[in-house]
């Protein structure tokens, strides 16, 4: 293969990590606004400790699912992307 061919694919990789990046991101997002709408809904009203335990663990779930998109997305780099 010559430079011209592996700089393509080089930068082939690049743009499907990019694109997988987004997706990821765009995911991460769409979780984090889930725990701005619990929270949200938690500042208007007087919560039981039973109902402010089960928006601790939502809470927490998400932030860890967060994490680890975020991880995992971030750890593909340089590798081939496999779909």
Known sequence: MDEK????????????WVQYRQNMLDIMEAKLLQM???????????????EIKEINCRLNNLVAQVNAIDS????????????
């Open 5 to 16: 061919e592996e700089l393509k694919q080089e930068l082939q990789q690049q743009l499907e």
């Open 36 to 50: 701005k709408e619990i929270t949200e809904q938690a500042k208007q009203g007087n919560l039981s400790q039973d």
């Open 72 to 83: 995992e997305s971030r750890g593909i780099e340089g590798r081939e992307i496999i779909e």
